[in-house]
């Protein structure tokens, strides 16, 4: 009698199906649907470890050599200076913060739940090249200039200090002024 029952189930299905296959509209449908689901639990399973959240780095960059460049190139337009070097004093290097995801895992085993987490800096791949997302730069802050040149007259020392301490926002405490030797 089990065997009936089975065999009639199983003849409704096939009935069932023959007819569904037969309307076009509905396998696409159908089709649309399965793909959807798919979709919809690769993007769940994946976009759950994307918890991101910034993090701090330090990476050194050409910031202060730029500005040492740049003040060098406008000190040899001053009439009597033919050769000056200059260094720049700052607290830090550039710092940049970069786009973290964190990784959430939870296994169960022998009725316990041990829950984890786990910080991975988010890569961007460009082609062959691989390179951390950067959130923001920030540059570091100056806290002096020590100025070489190779004559100096007092007039001169004071319209240098004065121009320096405008440009880096910095107090002419913090600026020396040397002659070369």
Same mark, same amino acid.
């Given at each position: 009698?089990? =065997?009936?029952?089975?065999?009639?189930?199983?003849?409704?299905?096939?009935?069932?199906?023959?007819q569904?296959?037969?309307?076009?509209? #509905?396998?696409?449908? #159908?089709?649309?649907?399965?793909?959807?689901?798919?979709v919809?639990?690769?993007?769940? &399973?994946?976009?759950?470890?994307?918890?991101?959240?910034?993090? =701090?780095? &330090?990476?050194d960059?050409?910031?202060?050599?730029?500005?040492?460049?740049?003040?060098?190139?406008?000190?040899?337009?001053? /009439?009597?200076?033919?050769?000056?070097?200059?260094?720049?004093?700052t607290?830090?290097?550039?710092?940049?913060?970069?786009?973290?995801?964190?990784?959430?895992?939870?296994?169960t085993?022998? /009725?316990? @739940?041990?829950?984890?987490? =786990?910080?991975?800096?988010?890569?961007?791949?460009?082609?062959?090249?691989?390179?951390?997302?950067?959130?923001?730069?920030?540059?570091?802050?100056? @806290?002096?200039?020590?100025?070489?040149?190779?004559?100096?007259?007092?007039?001169?020392?004071?319209?240098?200090?004065?121009s320096?301490?405008?440009?880096?926002?910095?107090d002419?405490?913090?600026i020396?002024?040397?002659?070369?030797?």
């Amino acid at each position: 009698m089990q =065997k009936n029952v089975f065999i009639k189930i199983f003849d409704k299905i096939k009935i069932f199906f023959s007819q569904f296959l037969k309307n076009k509209k #509905l396998v696409r449908l #159908l089709i649309v649907c399965l793909a959807l689901i798919i979709v919809g639990i690769f993007a769940s &399973v994946f976009l759950k470890k994307e918890d991101k959240k910034v993090e =701090k780095s &330090v990476f050194d960059g050409s910031y202060v050599e730029n500005l040492e460049l740049k003040i060098q190139t406008m000190l040899l337009k001053l /009439d009597g200076v033919s050769d000056v070097s200059v260094l720049i004093l700052t607290d830090s290097s550039k710092i940049q913060e970069f786009l973290f995801e964190t990784d959430e895992s939870t296994e169960t085993k022998n /009725d316990s @739940t041990v829950s984890s987490k =786990k910080n991975n800096v988010v890569i961007r791949k460009n082609g062959s090249l691989q390179e951390p997302v950067v959130v923001s730069t920030k540059n570091p802050k100056i @806290t002096g200039a020590l100025i070489v040149l190779n004559k100096i007259s007092p007039q001169l020392k004071i319209s240098i200090i004065n121009s320096i301490s405008v440009v880096l926002n910095l107090d002419s405490s913090c600026i020396s002024i040397l002659q070369e030797s």
